[in-house]
C-alpha cells in the first residue's frame, strides 16, 4: 500500500480576510499547500532524513565535547608548566650574558653550566686543590724540573707571581699554558671572546667539546686539570682604556708582577700598552703572527725596533702620537714577505659591498677578516712571552740578541742629515757659520721615519740599502732657529723628510734643494702621489704629540 501525504489539520484551514477591514474568518473547506513546501514537508519526513540529522547533531555535540575537554587540558598543561618555572634570581645561570649577548659558562657556584662527568671531577678536584687539600709535596715533584733549573728562590718567586693575560686565543692560551706549568698560582684572564673551531688549529688546549664557550672559562677548565692548585680569575669581557684600572688591578691586595699583552685589536693594544707604561706597570707584548712561518727571525727587543710586521707598525705609531716611543718589550718578528708566501689581502668587493666595518663585525671598528695564520706561530709567541715572564719574575739573567744591528745605520743617517742642513744653512745665509748646528731629531726619529714611514726602503725605486734622509721639498724661509738660548738649530720636521738611497738623495738635492724645480718636475706622478700620502699621514699624528 502506497503511502500518501496528509496534510495536518491546522494546514486544512485557510485563515483570510473577510471584505471588511480587520475581520479574520476561517474557511472550512481543503487546499493544497504550495509546491516547494510539500517537497519540503516530504523531504524532513523521512526516516532516512530524521537519522541522518539526529547523527550529525549527535555528532557536532560529541566534537564541541572534545574540543572543550582538550582546551581545558591544555590550558591545565600551560598553567602547571608555568608554576613549575622557578623565579630568576641574580644567581640563574640564565640571566648571567656577557656585554656582547653571548652565554657565559658560569655560575654562583664558580661550575661550568655544561661539564662532562670527567670535567665535573676535576672541577671538584681543583677546588679542593685550591682550598689547600691538595699535598704540597705533590706540587713540588711535578716542578721538580723548574726547581732545579730556577733553585728554591727562583721558584718561590713564581709561585708568589700574580700575571695577568689579556687576549686567550692562540699566542695567550700557550702562553697562560706554560705559565701554570711553570708554576705561577694565580693568573687573571681576560678575553671577551668563544672558541671556535678554527680556532683549533692554534689554541693550546680547547677541544671540540669547548667549540662555542668562552676563551676564559675554556683556558681556566682544561689547565685546571693539569695545574689544579692554580687560581684563576676569569674575566670574560673586551679590554678597554675604561676598565683598565679595574681590570689590571689588584688581586686580593696584590698588584700584578707582570702582564701580557696577547692582543690582535690595535684599539685595545694600545690602550693596553698606554695605560702600563704610564702607571710603571711591567708589560710584554706580543706583536702579530699572522703570515709568518720562520721560528728563527723572532726576537725580544723594545718595541722602537720591531719592524716587518703591519700590527707592529701600527701600535708602534699609535703609541707614538700619545708620547710613548719606546720602553716596551715585545716578542717580534723580522721575517720578511716573498713570493709564495701567505700574505694578508685587501678584503674584496664584494664584503665592502655589505656594509661598514661596523655592521660587518661582532663589535664596533672590530677586525673581521680572517689572518693566515700557521698554527705552530702563535704558540711559539706565546712560549716566548711566558719564557720572559719567568726569567723577569725570578730575576734569571738574561740577555736577548738584537734582531739588527740598525742603531749605527740611524746615526749615520742622521750626520748625513745634519751635514745637508748645515749646507743648505750656508747655501741660503751666506755668511752664515752653521757648524755644530743642532738638529730637533735623535736616532730614534730617525728610525722612525726610515721603518715606520717608509718601511725601511727608498720611496724613490724600493731599495732597502745605503738609505739616507733628505728634505722632499726646497725650504721657503730660513732653515735656522736661533729662540732656544741662541742655539742655532735646524727647524726641520719629520713630515718634511723623505727616504731614499744616498745616491738619490744627492741627485734630489742637485735638482730640487739647490734649483728651482719642484719634485712634481722631477719625479713622476705616483712617485710625487705615494711620497704626499706618506706625508700627509705623519701630519696627521704630529697633532697628537
Not at 293 to 299: E, H, L, Q, V, Y
Request: net charge neutral.
Amino acid at each position: 500500500m502506497d503511502w500518501q501525504y496528509s496534510p495536518p489539520k491546522c494546514l486544512r484551514q485557510k485563515t483570510h480576510y473577510n471584505e471588511s477591514p480587520g475581520q479574520l474568518k476561517q474557511s472550512p473547506e481543503s487546499e493544497e499547500p504550495p509546491p516547494m513546501m510539500s517537497w519540503f514537508q516530504r523531504t524532513t519526513s523521512t526516516p532516512s532524513f530524521q537519522f541522518g540529522a539526529t547523527a550529525l547533531v549527535a555528532g557536532g555535540l560529541t566534537a564541541a565535547a572534545l574540543l572543550s575537554y582538550q582546551h581545558l587540558r591544555r590550558e591545565e598543561a600551560i598553567d602547571e608548566l608555568k608554576s613549575s618555572i622557578p623565579e630568576l634570581d641574580k644567581s640563574h645561570p640564565g640571566i648571567q650574558l656577557t656585554n656582547y649577548g653571548t652565554a657565559s659558562s658560569r655560575h654562583n657556584n664558580g661550575r661550568s653550566t655544561v661539564l662532562s662527568k670527567e670535567d665535573q671531577k676535576s672541577a671538584e678536584f681543583a677546588a679542593r686543590a685550591r682550598r689547600g687539600d691538595y699535598d704540597d709535596d705533590l706540587i713540588m715533584e711535578q716542578l721538580a724540573r723548574n726547581r732545579v733549573f730556577l733553585k728554591d728562590d727562583g721558584l718561590a718567586k713564581l709561585r708568589d707571581a700574580f700575571i695577568i693575560v689579556v687576549g686567550c686565543g692562540g699566542v695567550g692560551s700557550h702562553c697562560t699554558s706554560a705559565l701554570a706549568r711553570s708554576g705561577v698560582s694565580r693568573i687573571r684572564l681576560i678575553d671577551f671572546d668563544q672558541v671556535t673551531l678554527s680556532s683549533l688549529n692554534r689554541h693550546a688546549v680547547a677541544t671540540l667539546a669547548d667549540v662555542g664557550t668562552s676563551k676564559v672559562h675554556c683556558l681556566q677548565r682544561r689547565i685546571q686539570q693539569i695545574t689544579p692548585w692554580v687560581h684563576f680569575d676569569v674575566r670574560n669581557q673586551l679590554f678597554g682604556p675604561k676598565d683598565a684600572a679595574s681590570l689590571l688591578g689588584h688581586w686580593d691586595g696584590k698588584k700584578p708582577d707582570y702582564i701580557v699583552d696577547a692582543i690582535d685589536n690595535i684599539e685595545s693594544k694600545v690602550a693596553l700598552l698606554e695605560y702600563c707604561y704610564k702607571n710603571g706597570l711591567p708589560v710584554i707584548s706580543s706583536m702579530g703572527a699572522g703570515c709568518k712561518s720562520d721560528p728563527t727571525r723572532i726576537f725580544v727587543g723594545d718595541i722602537s725596533t720591531s719592524t716587518e710586521d703591519p700590527l707592529s707598525r701600527s701600535t708602534r705609531r699609535r703609541l707614538r702620537a700619545v708620547g710613548v716611543a719606546s720602553g716596551i718589550p715585545v716578542v717580534y718578528s723580522t721575517e720578511k714577505p716573498g713570493p709564495g708566501k701567505a700574505e694578508l689581502l685587501p678584503l674584496p668587493e664584494e664584503e665592502f659591498a655589505k656594509g661598514s666595518v661596523g655592521d660587518l663585525g661582532v663589535l664596533p671598528d672590530f677586525r673581521v677578516r680572517i689572518l693566515p695564520v700557521l698554527g705552530t706561530m702563535p704558540a711559539t709567541f706565546g712560549y716566548t712571552c711566558a719564557n720572559h715572564v719567568i726569567l723577569k719574575v725570578t730575576g734569571y739573567p738574561c740577555e736577548y740578541v738584537p734582531a739588527k744591528g740598525r742603531e749605527k745605520l740611524y746615526d749615520g743617517i742622521l750626520a748625513q742629515l745634519q751635514g745637508s742642513e748645515e749646507k743648505i744653512i750656508r747655501t741660503m745665509t751666506p755668511g752664515e757659520d752653521a757648524q755644530g748646528l743642532k738638529l730637533p731629531l735623535t736616532a730614534l726619529d730617525v728610525g722612525y721615519v726610515v721603518e715606520e714611514v717608509y718601511k725601511g726602503k727608498s720611496a724613490i725605486s724600493g731599495v732597502t740599502t745605503r738609505l739616507a734622509l733628505v728634505r722632499w721639498r726646497k725650504p721657503t724661509a730660513s732653515p735656522i732657529d736661533l729662540r732656544i738660548e741662541k742655539q742655532k738649530s735646524s727647524k726641520i720636521r719629520l713630515r718634511e723628510l723623505v727616504c731614499m738611497t744616498k745616491e738619490e738623495a744627492s741627485r734630489h738635492e742637485k735638482g730640487i734643494t739647490y734649483s728651482d724645480k719642484t719634485p712634481e718636475d722631477l719625479y713622476d706622478a705616483e712617485t710625487v702621489q705615494y711620497i704626499e700620502a706618506r706625508i700627509q699621514e705623519e701630519i696627521e699624528f704630529e697633532q697628537y704629540r
